[in-house]
């Protein structure tokens, strides 16, 4: 591949060629073969996007099939519901003249447009793309994203920037968490009481989920309703309490009171299903149907006499087998409206049958497993966006990686492909776009691409160039940075707390607590320094680079040296200038240590420069010191971890011992 | 006013306390006194800005008057049709337990809730306001904005959140110039030729401006039509030409044929406009009628025979008496649809009656001139957006300053204000926001703080606070700038053309030229460096700050010194940093001799602050050469200006002589 081809993904063949298409005020494009209304939408969308990204008032209007700059020609039109594993393939030919675009499926016309618009870059000529013949198909048919509307509702508008997003990144799934014990985020005619009740005023009105359903459909992404039972139900029990295992009353909403069960001993229960999964199915055009099933909080049936005599009078061992009993009753219910059955990794259990589609949160073993015993499966596990972890740790976690390598090939096809998660817990509509992107686009790369690419380096390099232009589709991720941190200052100049900002991360996997002082409010503010840094700190990133090329080099690179000292001279004085900002604001306070932490250990980082340049040995008292800041830096403070911290240790590490 | 009050504008009178208001979730507002629509939806929205502005989720619901934080009353309703010289004061009295806003009118509220808005920001103690009493009412009645939308299309969205920052500064009408020889750009059902052909399709329905007229009214914003005639007319006359002065065909659009004047001398012309005008006066309630009239072209009725011959055949002197023929028929109808009538400069003439608003383009001299012969009038004059000046030159200009401050108190009292002004030859919708913003927040303050107020120190001062916050309105003036670096680098990273991005300023005046080599196309592309570069360079002023600072120490201040050098360092080495990006992309081409001039620049500066320091001199050689570096530096190439050049022709002047 050309280093100057910036495709993220990276498709499955690229043949470059020498030259370049000038794309210029006069572009134009032509569509041919099947019709299909999408592309009636998608080809005006896709010169909006291209005159927003390179400035220039585009032609609205379709050109002639002999004059245009792009011609695009579909072989057949695609279904009516989008389905899995409709053909998504396309070729991109570009010449010096002209390019074409062709697919099977206007699926694929979909993709090629978007791997289009990120050919376009500026040249000395004019906005161009390169001569190339691209011939690009996924790896796996489903390459989901799931967004939690429960915990905070995340409205509409957010949700499609989102598709837009996912779209550039040919990602085709949006799982939707739509209930969970927080929020019940749909309304329901038949049972209004889950919106009007179990929302807290939150919700999508159906004309409003019609909508967005098509929005989605146009950009070739299928969308899965999830509503998470029999666990994760509080939302639902809140308006409906004789679906609970235990009386009530229950009340929805963040803080309210524990997880909650509903009762699968009843009738009504099951009746109550039909009638909500009926509705939901009408709604919902998707196959697939995801019913949870996860985290199921043993307690509320332990603790009812009646659903314990229900197991033991129905010959069932335990809870577990309880619970295959409520799925394959819902299994039917789910079955009888026309739709297939989706759950997380808990829902295998042998009485299953083997349509049902697993999706694994605990791992690929867990997933490998399931496609052993016929199951087809997606995988989470090593996709949550929530735990924050870096880009390049998502991107290695392959779902035919581990367990899964060893399938057999049968078994390998049963799995499907994996699905990212952003769970909802510490996310608003202002920072949800900051947790999703752009690591998403690693993730996505990973459904998309060969196996073979997998290079962290060129990832990365990738996916800066797609970060900023992810900015074109309204996304939020870059733009809200700057305001958060002048919120938490209350001030205009916020240089120095800018790189503190730089320096830390948020603390990974389930780890963030809230301590922050509150009087008895509904809802914490997620308005502090932990929810405008960015998950990866790009700066920690090229300064452990450095320090690796300085060590590498036997201490002898002075360019890496010279680097290196500048951010610790930043750091070292940093800590003074933001005091006046720490003392002011109150939201600051609680980062008042990780500042002070940033200082000493660059004054630390200076001092162990010195002592390797000059060959001189520092006390080991003082490494002994240095080395316990590091390892305070290194605990989440204010939910922050100082992630230069590590490098500084590898310095004063390397410093000449006596 | 104590420093710690970042408002803008500036109210009539503060009365400082000690202590604050702690603004956290349980937050609320009760409503009292007269009822009115607009705060019904007012309050709510004032609420989701204060969350945005604090990240705090609050209670969207009104409180009970005795528990709320802040409580609010009005003594009577509004017009139903905003009125020009409503009563807009307020008083706002902020106690450590509450805070309680009342006003005469919904209008004051709206007012004194902005201010509630700015008052508050991160304390140690939480989110605060402090203790005050405000009384504050506008020094005139119409503080105005002109929005060209003729020569570029601007979408309704960006006229939205353009009227939400309006109302941030408390301005209180958007004159809306909607048709100009480029597009006209109201649906006309009577006349619906008139956007059909007038507007390449870029127009907005009568629904959707039904829709921004409610929008407007709520944010207490008066909106004025106009419609420019008889010049600036070819819109119209490419719809309909036998309206024009001369035979056709005309075209509409930029770039096609020259101005058009309609022909006064036919009846069917003022049958046209009496239909016209009758459609527009029920569309749009306000009183106020803008009939242009400015810069009539005089070729087509010097060179048509029937139009000189009526001229003759009435006895009048010239087109001028033609023009104001035109106006008087022009002002029967107008009146008789119930509106009055307004026009620019040149609708002033000894036939037109005291009934007519006059609006001055020309300058005070003509406005205060206006008022003596009895006219009322607004300025224009010095509050030209696009002429890009900065901000102080803008703010210095007062509507009763020059000739008018020799009025009597009787003639003073005609002139009810002003209206900056954004004409669209050189803005898109990506770029309005920061030809706008955060510039008219100054003018703003003109038009609305007594007229004392005048220290541009403390000014900019607000001004930066303010910038950021109009940020939470959707405003784009900060979160467009690096986008649009980064699509003239086609990079990520920016830095080094940050750099010489942030030492420029558009070229000042009409001296804009577009020199850009383009293929035969409709319209110029505004995605250059002139169009990312602020209006106003902070750099440059704040560089001019230090060197002014150094001189006045007698060269002594060694931390200015060492400030400027930081900078000069910095620009010096900057060319050779920003050439890789300079000779990759076409957009950036224009831009090298500016980015070597930098450089040369700041090693001159560098040169003369060593020769000062050590008190050597010079060859006067050196002082010739760098001296025409300068120059050159501030003449315009590539529509920019190097606007750090006359700081470092200081010290270059400042260097000892043999």
Not at 113 to 140: C, H, N, S, W, Y
Not at 516 to 540: C, G, I, T, W
Request: glycine share 6%; proline share 7%.
């Amino acid at each position: 591949m050309p280093s100057t081809l910036n495709l993220m993904p990276v498709p499955a063949n690229i043949q470059p060629g020498t030259g370049q298409l000038v794309i210029d005020q006069l572009f134009t494009v032509a569509v041919g073969g099947a019709k299909d209304a999408r592309l009636d939408r998608g080809v005006p969308r896709f010169l909006d996007e291209l005159s927003r990204q390179t400035g220039m008032p585009l032609n609205n209007q379709l050109a002639d099939s002999a004059k245009a700059t792009l011609l695009i020609r579909c072989e057949s039109g695609g279904r009516k519901v989008q389905e899995l594993g409709e053909d998504e393939s396309y070729t991109l030919e570009v010449s010096p003249a002209r390019a074409t675009l062709t697919a099977p499926n206007p699926l694929g016309l979909l993709h090629g447009l978007q791997t289009f618009l990120q050919l376009v870059e500026p040249t000395p000529a004019g906005f161009a793309v390169p001569v190339v013949t691209i011939k690009d198909e996924p790896r796996f048919a489903w390459r989901g994203l799931l967004i939690d509307v429960s915990r905070h509702f995340i409205p509409l508008a957010v949700l499609k920037r989102n598709l837009d997003g996912m779209a550039a990144v040919k990602m085709n799934v949006l799982h939707w968490h739509l209930s969970d014990d927080e929020g019940f985020r749909v309304e329901s005619k038949r049972l209004p009481k889950l919106h009007e009740l179990g929302s807290e005023g939150q919700y999508y009105t159906q004309a409003e989920i019609r909508d967005f359903l098509a929005y989605a459909r146009d950009r070739g992404i299928r969308v899965v309703p999830e509503f998470d039972m029999p666990g994760h139900s509080r939302s639902w029990v809140a308006a409906y309490p004789e679906l609970a295992s235990l009386p009530g009353p229950y009340k929805a909403g963040r803080m309210a009171n524990a997880d909650t069960v509903m009762d699968p001993t009843r009738d009504g229960t099951y009746k109550f299903l039909d009638k909500f999964i009926g509705e939901m199915a009408a709604l919902f055009p998707d196959a697939y149907f995801h019913i949870g099933g996860d985290e199921v909080n043993n307690k509320p049936w332990d603790s009812s006499p009646k659903i314990q005599e229900f197991i033991r009078a129905r010959g069932m061992k335990n809870n577990r087998d309880l619970q295959a009993y409520f799925n394959q009753r819902l299994l039917k219910i789910v079955g009888k409206h026309g739709k297939i059955m989706m759950g997380w990794d808990e829902v295998l259990h042998p009485d299953l049958p083997k349509t049902v589609l697993v999706q694994s949160w605990r791992g690929q073993e867990s997933l490998a497993a399931a496609a052993r015993q016929g199951y087809r499966g997606l995988l989470s596990f090593g996709y949550y966006l929530d735990l924050m972890w870096p880009a390049s740790r998502h991107y290695a976690v392959d779902p035919m990686a581990g367990a899964a390598a060893s399938l057999s090939p049968e078994e390998a096809k049963r799995i499907l492909g994996g699905e990212a998660c952003m769970w909802a817990e510490y996310i608003t509509p202002e920072t949800i776009d900051s947790r999703v992107w752009p690591r998403l686009a690693a993730i996505g790369e990973r459904f998309w691409s060969p196996q073979a690419v997998k290079d962290p380096g060129s990832m990365y390099q990738r996916l800066d160039e797609v970060s900023w232009r992810l900015g074109w589709l309204g996304l939020t991720h870059e733009s809200n940075y700057v305001p958060m941190l002048r919120r938490l200052a209350g001030a205009e100049d916020i240089r120095a707390l800018r790189i503190l900002a730089e320096a830390v991360e948020p603390t990974k996997d389930y780890t963030r607590s809230e301590v922050f002082p509150q009087p008895p409010v509904k809802s914490v503010s997620l308005n502090r320094l932990v929810d405008a840094a960015r998950p990866e700190s790009a700066v920690a990133h090229r300064f452990a680079e450095l320090v690796e090329k300085y060590i590498q080099s036997g201490y002898q690179d002075s360019a890496a040296e010279g680097q290196m000292r500048s951010w610790l001279v930043r750091w070292q004085g940093n800590h003074a200038n933001l005091n006046p900002l720490l003392e002011r604001s109150f939201l600051l306070a609680e980062d008042e240590p990780l500042s002070e932490d940033l200082a000493t250990l660059a004054t630390a980082g200076l001092q162990a420069l010195d002592s390797i340049g000059r060959k001189q040995t520092l006390p080991e008292a003082w490494r002994t010191e240095q080395l316990a800041v590091v390892e305070r830096a290194m605990k989440p403070r204010a939910n922050l971890l100082v992630m230069v911290a590590p490098s500084i240790q590898k310095l004063i590490e390397a410093t000449p011992r006596p």
